[in-house]
């Protein structure tokens, strides 16, 4: 079972950002698998004794790592799990707790590893673009995710030279759950002027048990193309999550796109995936974004959008803001 860290933690992250995501049909499978094992209280003690080992030595948070650890365990010693039998209900509890207390939307315990289903390495993986043109020559583009930039990038330039003569262009990130910060970055660039590099975000990650931090930078990089001087929309919703928002987040603070939907989920502390046995896991963030600019992210309060319009109606609303810039 691979346990993910900085840098190489988005590609991983991507899965469980998915996993959160999930629909219920693959929610209820894991219930349904959860109903053929039981837990006794020797393994929740282990798991709530891992689960606190990765809260102190880890969470990029340091205070609020042992904060959660020592009320997991002070709810342990309390009897709070007795008679708890059922693992995917048990991880959904420890989920609640660990949230309530650090307001960390990445927090999350899950029963059944997300990379069972996954497609062996042999299998090409699909970079996700859905491209198309609207009526008026508006370009479109739908992304669920960023994939790692070794397959990301070249699809990425084919879309992006297949739309270079469009009028304006929709960038529908509003079924976007994460992926790699290195994608982000590389999409960006297509939206920045090539003649200066653009320092984009920063991701601050936890030196294991310490309380010191090492900072990843991202920065614009050379494009076969750029989209430069014509009008670019982002479409958001309750939805988009993570680096879906960073992306958002980054060309709004920049000022080169207009945001159109609704606000977004909020989520800026990425994490990796940690085994604790019996088929449970835990994902205990060890990173924080931080933009250049303004210093801080979108972490719990999501991603304002410029103009506000639900989710269903965020395309029309965006084509009707091409259309209206064309005639003045």
């Known amino acids: 079972m691979p346990h993910c860290r900085s840098p190489f933690i988005a590609a991983c992250f991507a899965t469980i950002s998915a996993l959160i995501a999930a629909p219920s049909a693959t929610r209820a499978a894991v219930s349904d698998a959860a109903q053929s094992v039981s837990l006794d209280q020797a393994t929740i003690g282990k798991v709530i ?36 039998t059922d693992p995917g209900k048990f991880a959904v509890q420890l ?74 262009l929709i960038i529908d990130m509003r079924d976007n759950g994460g992926g790699h910060p290195a994608s982000v970055a590389y999409l960006a660039s297509f939206f920045i002027d090539p003649s200066r590099r653009v320092h984009i975000n920063d991701l601050i990650w936890r030196n294991r048990g310490t309380l010191t931090f090492r900072t990843e930078s991202f920065w614009s990089s050379p494009t076969p193309t750029r989209y430069l001087g014509k009008p670019v929309y982002v479409l958001v919703g309750p939805k988009t999550y993570s680096a879906g928002e960073e992306f958002a987040y980054d060309l709004q603070v920049l000022k080169r796109v207009t945001v159109v939907g609704e606000k977004t989920r909020g989520g800026a502390n990425p994490g990796g995936l940690n085994d604790l046995g019996s088929d449970l896991f835990v994902v205990v963030p060890i990173g924080r974004a931080e933009n250049p600019i303004t210093h801080s992210n979108w972490g719990g309060v999501g991603v304002s959008p410029d103009v506000r319009a639900t989710s269903e109606a965020a395309q029309e609303t965006a084509v009707t803001l091409a259309m209206q810039r064309r005639k003045s």
Not at 50 to 64: M, Q, S, T
Not at 140 to 154: G, Q, S, T
């Open 49 to 84: 004794g891992g689960i606190a080992v990765k809260l102190r030595e880890d969470y990029v948070f340091p205070d609020k790592g042992v904060q959660a650890a020592d009320a997991l365990e002070r709810a342990l010693a309390e009897n709070a799990y007795a008679g708890v």
């Open 95 to 168: 989920t609640e707790q660990l949230r309530a207390i650090t307001q960390d939307s990445h927090m999350r315990v899950i029963f059944g590893s997300p990379f069972r289903n996954q497609p062996p390495p042999s299998v090409p993986q699909d970079a996700g673009f859905e491209v198309k043109r609207l009526e008026g020559n508006i370009g479109y583009i739908h992304l669920a995710r960023f994939v790692p930039p070794d397959v990301f990038n070249p699809a990425a330039d084919d879309t992006m030279r297949n739309l270079s003569d469009t009028a304006a």
